[in-house]
Protein backbone atom coordinates (compact mmCIF):
# COMPACT_ATOMS: atom_id res chain seq x y z
CA UNK A 1 0.00 0.00 0.00
CA UNK A 2 1.75 3.46 -0.81
CA UNK A 3 1.89 6.12 1.40
CA UNK A 4 -0.28 9.54 1.16
CA UNK A 5 1.98 11.81 -0.41
CA UNK A 6 1.81 14.19 2.35
CA UNK A 7 5.27 14.67 5.34
CA UNK A 8 2.96 15.10 8.61
CA UNK A 9 0.58 12.67 9.90
CA UNK A 10 -1.04 12.85 13.30
CA UNK A 11 -1.99 9.94 15.00
CA UNK A 12 -3.92 8.56 18.64
CA UNK A 13 -1.34 6.90 20.63
CA UNK A 14 -3.41 4.81 22.60
CA UNK A 15 -0.83 3.84 25.10
CA UNK A 16 0.09 7.73 26.20
CA UNK A 17 -3.57 9.35 25.02
CA UNK A 18 -1.59 11.71 23.09
CA UNK A 19 -0.83 12.43 19.72
CA UNK A 20 3.07 11.70 18.12
CA UNK A 21 3.82 13.47 15.24
CA UNK A 22 5.41 11.30 12.47
CA UNK A 23 7.79 12.64 10.15
CA UNK A 24 8.11 10.62 6.59
CA UNK A 25 10.21 10.95 4.47
CA UNK A 26 10.06 14.32 1.79
CA UNK A 27 11.75 12.74 -1.06
CA UNK A 28 8.44 12.46 -3.53
CA UNK A 29 7.12 15.73 -1.90
CA UNK A 30 7.73 19.09 -3.36
CA UNK A 31 7.94 21.37 -0.71
CA UNK A 32 6.58 24.61 -1.42
CA UNK A 33 6.67 28.52 -0.10
CA UNK A 34 7.12 32.04 -0.67
CA UNK A 35 6.50 35.78 1.01
CA UNK A 36 4.33 37.19 2.89
CA UNK A 37 2.57 39.24 0.19
CA UNK A 38 2.98 36.22 -2.19
CA UNK A 39 5.21 38.12 -5.29
CA UNK A 40 7.88 35.33 -4.84
CA UNK A 41 7.10 31.69 -4.49
CA UNK A 42 9.19 28.47 -4.58
CA UNK A 43 9.37 24.74 -4.68
CA UNK A 44 12.01 22.53 -3.12
CA UNK A 45 12.12 18.75 -4.83
CA UNK A 46 14.38 16.90 -2.17
CA UNK A 47 14.56 16.12 1.13
CA UNK A 48 15.89 18.70 4.04
CA UNK A 49 19.41 18.07 5.08
CA UNK A 50 19.62 19.90 7.96
CA UNK A 51 18.00 22.30 10.27
CA UNK A 52 19.15 25.35 12.58
CA UNK A 53 18.59 28.24 14.58
CA UNK A 54 21.03 31.45 14.65
CA UNK A 55 20.72 34.21 17.30
CA UNK A 56 23.62 35.98 16.01
CA UNK A 57 23.30 40.03 15.32
CA UNK A 58 23.58 39.22 11.83
CA UNK A 59 20.93 36.87 11.69
CA UNK A 60 18.38 39.18 14.29
CA UNK A 61 18.55 42.15 11.98
CA UNK A 62 18.57 40.34 8.77
CA UNK A 63 15.06 38.54 10.17
CA UNK A 64 13.72 41.22 11.88
CA UNK A 65 13.68 39.12 15.10
CA UNK A 66 15.44 37.10 18.00
CA UNK A 67 16.77 34.53 16.20
CA UNK A 68 16.20 32.80 12.31
CA UNK A 69 15.99 29.20 11.95
CA UNK A 70 16.26 27.98 8.24
CA UNK A 71 16.36 24.48 6.78
CA UNK A 72 19.07 23.19 4.40
CA UNK A 73 18.39 21.88 0.87
CA UNK A 74 20.66 20.92 -2.19
CA UNK A 75 20.76 24.14 -4.17
CA UNK A 76 19.96 22.31 -7.01
CA UNK A 77 15.97 21.04 -5.03
CA UNK A 78 15.45 25.59 -5.07
CA UNK A 79 13.28 26.36 -8.23
CA UNK A 80 11.84 29.80 -8.30
CA UNK A 81 8.20 29.26 -9.81
CA UNK A 82 6.63 33.06 -9.10
CA UNK A 83 9.39 35.68 -9.59
CA UNK A 84 12.90 35.85 -8.15
CA UNK A 85 13.67 37.60 -4.53
CA UNK A 86 16.80 39.94 -4.75
CA UNK A 87 19.72 39.13 -3.26
CA UNK A 88 22.06 40.56 -0.73
CA UNK A 89 25.66 40.00 0.08
CA UNK A 90 25.76 40.81 4.00
CA UNK A 91 29.36 39.80 4.30
CA UNK A 92 32.02 37.95 2.02
CA UNK A 93 31.04 34.93 2.65
CA UNK A 94 27.45 35.16 2.72
CA UNK A 95 24.33 35.73 0.29
CA UNK A 96 20.86 36.45 1.68
CA UNK A 97 17.91 36.44 -0.62
CA UNK A 98 14.20 38.38 0.09
CA UNK A 99 11.10 39.44 -1.74
CA UNK A 100 11.56 42.69 -3.37
CA UNK A 101 8.20 44.07 -2.89
CA UNK A 102 7.01 42.90 0.84
CA UNK A 103 11.11 42.24 2.26
CA UNK A 104 10.39 38.95 3.64
CA UNK A 105 13.59 37.01 3.70
CA UNK A 106 13.47 33.82 2.06
CA UNK A 107 17.22 32.22 1.93
CA UNK A 108 20.75 32.60 2.24
CA UNK A 109 23.60 30.87 0.93
CA UNK A 110 27.34 30.51 1.92
CA UNK A 111 29.39 31.74 -0.74
CA UNK A 112 32.22 29.48 0.78
CA UNK A 113 32.42 26.07 2.31
CA UNK A 114 32.94 26.80 6.37
CA UNK A 115 33.26 23.08 7.03
CA UNK A 116 30.74 23.22 10.32
CA UNK A 117 28.40 22.03 9.77
CA UNK A 118 29.18 20.92 6.55
CA UNK A 119 25.72 21.99 5.17
CA UNK A 120 27.42 25.52 5.22
CA UNK A 121 28.76 25.52 1.35
CA UNK A 122 27.78 27.23 -1.61
CA UNK A 123 25.90 23.69 -3.01
CA UNK A 124 23.32 24.25 -0.46
CA UNK A 125 20.67 26.55 0.37
CA UNK A 126 18.84 27.44 3.76
CA UNK A 127 15.17 28.58 3.42
CA UNK A 128 13.86 30.13 5.81
CA UNK A 129 11.54 28.47 8.10
CA UNK A 130 8.51 30.86 8.54
CA UNK A 131 8.41 30.86 4.11
CA UNK A 132 7.78 27.66 3.82
CA UNK A 133 3.91 26.73 3.13
CA UNK A 134 4.31 24.02 6.16
CA UNK A 135 7.09 25.10 8.53
CA UNK A 136 7.01 22.39 10.77
CA UNK A 137 8.93 20.04 8.16
CA UNK A 138 11.71 18.83 10.77
CA UNK A 139 13.06 19.85 14.02
CA UNK A 140 16.10 21.91 14.44
CA UNK A 141 19.71 20.32 14.92
CA UNK A 142 21.43 22.71 16.84
CA UNK A 143 21.77 26.67 17.50
CA UNK A 144 24.37 28.96 16.19
CA UNK A 145 25.51 32.72 17.05
CA UNK A 146 24.04 31.89 20.98
CA UNK A 147 26.41 34.67 21.82
CA UNK A 148 23.88 36.45 20.54
CA UNK A 149 21.22 34.81 22.16
CA UNK A 150 18.61 37.63 23.81
CA UNK A 151 17.93 36.89 27.72
CA UNK A 152 14.19 36.37 27.70
CA UNK A 153 14.93 33.50 24.94
CA UNK A 154 15.10 30.21 26.58
CA UNK A 155 15.59 26.73 24.22
CA UNK A 156 15.45 24.18 27.06
CA UNK A 157 16.14 21.71 24.22
CA UNK A 158 19.13 20.28 24.43
CA UNK A 159 20.83 20.98 21.26
CA UNK A 160 24.02 21.56 20.45
CA UNK A 161 24.75 25.41 20.96
CA UNK A 162 27.66 26.98 19.70
CA UNK A 163 29.31 30.32 19.80
CA UNK A 164 30.46 32.04 16.37
CA UNK A 165 34.01 32.48 18.01
CA UNK A 166 34.06 28.79 18.45
CA UNK A 167 33.51 27.91 14.65
CA UNK A 168 36.74 27.00 13.32
CA UNK A 169 35.40 26.36 9.79
CA UNK A 170 33.81 30.48 10.44
CA UNK A 171 37.11 31.58 11.49
CA UNK A 172 39.17 30.21 8.31
CA UNK A 173 36.30 31.16 5.44
CA UNK A 174 36.46 34.67 7.03
CA UNK A 175 40.21 34.88 6.99
CA UNK A 176 40.57 33.13 4.03
CA UNK A 177 38.22 36.02 1.86
CA UNK A 178 40.80 38.70 3.91
CA UNK A 179 43.24 37.40 2.00
CA UNK A 180 41.56 37.63 -1.08
CA UNK A 181 40.69 40.89 -1.01
CA UNK A 182 42.54 43.44 -3.21
CA UNK A 183 43.34 46.84 -1.77
CA UNK A 184 42.64 49.82 -3.68
Known sequence: MALPRCRIFNRQVSAIGTYARILLPVTETVITGGCLCGAVRYELN??????????????????GSAFHSAVAFALTDLRFTKNEPLRYQSSSIMERSFCPDCGSPLAFRYLVSIEDPPTANPETVW????????????????????EGQLSWVNFDDGLPRTRCDESVGLEKAYASQEDNQVDN
Open 127 to 146: ISVGSLDEPEIRSPDWHFGV
Open 46 to 63: GPPIDMGTCHCRNCQRWS
